[in-house]
């Protein structure tokens, strides 16, 4: 599990209220189509800026639902909607949605389904819990997606690899389709958003991707410290010559139950 110092944490608070991630939420949010009166569970909601957003999309005539397993995340997600009387956040899993059977009217997820155990038991939940024509919309990073430029590649191959470790499933949205139509979805779209730097961006995804990796890498063993931080460098050093590049997709995957 990460631990972050005070200082990483405003690093990441600044990453996901930047353009990268930003662009991510509203992506699904637009999918979704969110509107007045609706009920909508955001499933895995974290710190609830999404959570937020679809509070004011319903508006008081609706109901917003975060579920999150994270008392900490919980606790954030709280603090952030307390001025919306509409929102509830509820601790919960995949494998166990604390909401009654055909009562939600569309379900998100943003970047979530990466780290669960069982993506086929997740959806048929989620199923159990929409009402007819009920929206689901599942927003995930297809990590064989990802471009990231080094002059050591064996070192950059290395610290991906520990990284692969932090999540079960990397290439979800290839898998979703298939799954979808199996639990009684019909799939309406996949769309790709691909975010691609020339620029080390304070608030980017990649110096978000960094600061957690060097981490996370470091913290459970599976690179040195010394590697870790010559992988960092490198990039900033690229990023300082007019040399960084990174790219990766996220896929935006829509679906209505039959």
């Not at 954030?76 to 995949?94: L, N, P």
Request: glycine letters at 8%; proline letters at 5%.
């Amino acid at each position: 599990m990460l631990k972050f110092d005070a200082r990483t944490a405003r690093l990441l608070d600044i990453a996901y209220q930047g353009a990268d991630v930003t662009r991510r939420r509203q992506a699904s949010f637009d999918a979704l189509k969110p509107g007045p009166g609706e009920t909508v569970l955001d499933l895995g909601c974290g710190n609830g800026l999404l959570t937020a957003e679809l509070a004011r999309a319903v508006g008081p005539t609706g109901r917003v639902i975060g579920v999150d397993p994270s008392a900490d995340m919980r606790r954030s997600a709280s603090e952030r909607c307390k001025e919306f009387d509409w929102v509830e956040i509820v601790e919960g899993a995949d494998s166990h949605l604390p909401v009654e059977d055909g009562s939600i009217d569309k379900v998100v997820s943003v970047q979530v389904f990466e780290y669960l155990d069982d993506i086929p038991g997740a959806v048929a939940q989620v199923h159990k819990a929409l009402g007819p024509r009920g929206r689901l919309v599942i927003g995930d990073i297809h990590f064989d997606s990802l471009i990231w430029y080094s002059e050591d590649p064996d070192r950059m191959a290395g610290m991906v690899a520990a990284w692969d470790h932090h999540l079960v499933e990397r290439t979800v949205p290839a898998l979703l389709p298939p799954i979808l139509r199996d639990a009684g979805f019909d799939l309406d779209a996949i769309d790709p958003l691909v975010i691609c730097d020339h620029q080390l961006k304070p608030d980017g995804l990649a110096s978000m991707m960094m600061v957690l990796m060097e981490s996370y890498a470091v913290s459970n063993g599976h690179l040195s410290q010394t590697e870790a931080r010559d992988w960092a460098d490198e990039q900033r050093a690229l990023a300082a010559a007019g040399r960084f590049f990174f790219a990766i997709t996220h896929f935006v995957v829509s679906a209505t139950k039959r």
